[in-house]
């Protein structure tokens, strides 16, 4: 009596089942890389559009070489701190504006330079 034997033998199964579970764990990561880079990206945008009506809120007023103020903004931005500072440059009429917003505990930040007027301008 001549059997024919079909199916998968035991070492065939447990070869497919650990390329499965690495392809699960790669694709795995992959979705995990995606989902922090989104955040990110998506935070440091929020960074960057506080930072430019902070900017442009600060410039409009006058300022004062050694100059230093610091806040945070309001919800749903309240993870989001700023801090300017301004420096006088010797020979000139101006002030450079800098202004830092920073968020993650202050471990990310972003930051524009900007000359303003001063306030002691004769």
Known sequence: MNRAVSGFTLMEVLVALAVIGIGVIVVHEA????????DFVSKRTTGLM????????????????????????TD???EYKWEATCESVPDEEYLLLTVTVNWNNGQRSVSEVRWVGSSQRG
């Open 31 to 38: 979705f995990s890389v995606g989902l922090r880079t989104v």
């Open 50 to 73: 506080l930072l430019r009506e902070k900017v442009q809120e600060l410039s409009r007023e006058q300022r004062q070489a050694g100059e230093t103020i610091t806040g945070a903004f």
């Open 76 to 78: 749903p931005f309240d």
